[in-house]
């Protein structure tokens, strides 16, 4: 009972913060010291379709964490079917590798590399955003990746070899089947880091490349509540639909092969 | 290693350990004084000397190590307890247990608006405390948020890092439930023994791993500290950032010192704690007593 309520109160405490940040979304009035908006309306999400940026920040922050997904499953997939299974390198050593963006600081990462993206030419591309993206974003689906390798291992795939299957039907009807779960959530953790990313789009974009949190970020910080609020809707209303979509996608796929 | 295979991780070298190395070099190189887009072309330590050497670049340091701290060992420990909750509970409450867990998803930035919606001096708490009588004014709510003990920022780390640590956390907790327990208990191991031989060994690589991970996270953070912290007690992310954003290109040597120095700082304490937890029962060095 007593660890029921201590479940309950957690919940609370997590579901307190983002009621008021519904309430903002909607209040035209909300005074101190009142404890809900004196007023209700649909004032600031108007304002906030109204601004220029809305729409590119939108578009941009969606298409930017949809092409970082899909670069990032390209380079990570075929990296963890080697790496599931090396022997040229210690364990440890090949973990703190793929580990190593969690450790270091990603304001050293990304400035110094903008310095190279500007004599490459990629700063202000979003040929630059989605690279500088994917270094961050790859940890999580290597980590994800490699670990549904790991658990699938090597026997089914070489029991089919034995059999006569050719690469591609291992491909179809074993190795994808197999992994799907596990590479659906890597693309939906991937979308959501690649949204939430504000340095590496504000140095490597040189502000010419708007996306959500360039937007909401200065809001936050001078207190502007209520478009803060409706922004930060859009956003999660945003990686919602790009989490839901990739899982359709990726697990469409392998249902479709099960019937 | 084949050609197969060289292919296979070629991209991902090129972005992870590449740039990392990339990154390195241009630090280094920029810090060390040799930035020719400004006519530096001599190296020189001067720049080292400044940042290490300077009273505000060593409080920024100390306040930014006092934030990670406080904030990972108390994410760490309350996360741990509520791993214990849920192993508990999240049978019977499965909703509630997967509510528990939203924050993992929300973006620092959003969270960071929450706690000022809530912590501020105007905002929810002080709200209620004004209602129930317990405040006259709206000055006399302590200040949460812009403050020296950065209580606001710690906040928003918690809210995020506790659902983090328990979740990871919970699956070791299960294998534990499984039996290991009470088998050690069966053979006659005592209390001591039981936590020393099983426990012990099994939680204590993911918990140094959690405290690594969240620590270097908290103590670069820029989000965070930018939105909820005091201007007078800034945190080196910041400090960076306001030196790298400034048009006066003759300050980045300065700031990339103050780039490596942090990195510096992040792989120690990450080659510290896996050292601890190499020699912990559990790790890869501990030596059996007896």
Not at chain 1, 19 to 32: E, H, I, P, R, S
Not at chain 1, 83 to 90: C, D, V
Not at chain 2, 161 to 180: F, H
Request: charged residues 10%.
């Amino acid at each position: 009972m007593k660890r029921t309520s201590t479940l309950l109160l957690a919940c609370f405490l997590v579901a307190l913060p983002l009621v008021v940040l519904l309430l903002w979304t909607v209040a035209t009035q909300w005074l101190y010291p009142a404890l809900v908006p004196q007023q209700f309306g649909g004032k600031v999400l108007g304002q906030m379709l109204q601004e220029p940026n809305f729409w590119p920040a939108v578009l941009n922050s969606f298409v930017i964490a949809l092409a970082t997904t899909v670069v990032t499953l390209l380079i990570a997939m075929p990296a963890a079917k080697v790496l599931a299974t090396q022997h040229f390198m210690s364990q440890r050593l090949l973990t703190f590798m793929i580990y190593l963006p969690f450790i270091l600081p990603a304001i050293a990462i990304v400035t110094s590399t903008q310095m190279l993206f500007i004599q490459w030419h990629l700063t202000g591309t979003f040929t630059g955003i989605i690279l500088s993206h994917t270094y961050f974003t790859l940890p999580y689906a290597m980590q994800i990746i490699l670990e549904s390798y790991r658990k699938m291992g090597q026997g089914y795939a070489l029991t089919a070899k034995s059999l006569g299957a050719k690469p591609w039907q291992i491909l179809r009807t074993i190795t994808w089947p197999l992994m799907a779960p596990g590479i659906a959530t890597a693309a939906g953790l991937t979308f959501i880091v690649s949204l939430s990313q504000y340095l590496p789009t504000f140095f490597i974009g040189g502000g010419k490349i708007m996306t959500l949190p360039l937007i909401l970020l200065p809001y936050a910080n001078n207190g502007r509540f209520g478009l803060a609020s409706a922004y930060s809707v859009v956003f999660l209303l945003v990686t919602m639909i790009g989490v839901l979509l990739l899982k359709q996608l990726i697990g469409g796929w392998h249902h479709g092969l099960r019937n | 290693m084949t050609k197969k295979s060289l292919l296979f991780l070629g991209p991902f070298i090129l972005l992870n350990s590449a740039v990392i190395l990339a990154a390195l070099f241009k630090t280094i190189q920029v810090s060390l004084g040799y930035y020719p887009v400004i006519g530096l072309r001599h190296y020189t330590l001067a720049y080292f000397k400044t940042v290490l050497g300077d009273a505000a670049f060593q409080r920024t340091i100390g306040y930014s190590l006092y934030l990670a701290l406080v904030a990972t060992i108390l994410a760490l420990l309350l996360g741990l307890g509520m791993a214990f909750i849920l192993l508990k509970t999240s049978a019977n409450h499965p909703l509630l247990a997967n509510f528990f867990k939203i924050p993992i998803a929300l973006p620092h930035i959003i969270v960071a608006l929450m706690m000022l919606q809530v912590l501020s001096q105007s905002g929810l708490i002080s709200r209620l405390l004004y209602q129930v009588g317990l405040l006259q004014q709206i000055d006399q709510f302590p200040l949460l948020i812009h403050d020296k003990g950065g209580i606001g920022i710690i906040c928003v780390f918690l809210y995020k890092e506790i659902p983090y640590v328990a979740v990871s956390t919970l699956a070791i907790l299960k294998q534990l439930q499984l039996g290991y327990v009470q088998v050690a208990a069966n053979l006659g191991a005592t209390p001591r023994q039981i936590f020393g031989r099983v426990i012990l060994p099994m939680l204590q690589p993911i918990l140094a791993t959690l405290f690594i991970i969240l620590f270097c996270f908290t103590f670069t953070s820029f989000e965070v500290p930018l939105i909820l912290g005091s201007p007078a007690n800034e945190t080196i992310a910041v400090t960076a950032y306001n030196l790298l954003t400034q048009a006066d290109l003759t300050v980045r040597p300065t700031a990339f010192a103050l780039n490596f120095i942090m990195s510096l700082i992040c792989l120690a304490m990450t080659l510290l704690v896996l050292g601890i937890s190499a020699r912990l029962p559990g790790g890869r060095r501990h030596r059996e007593k007896d």
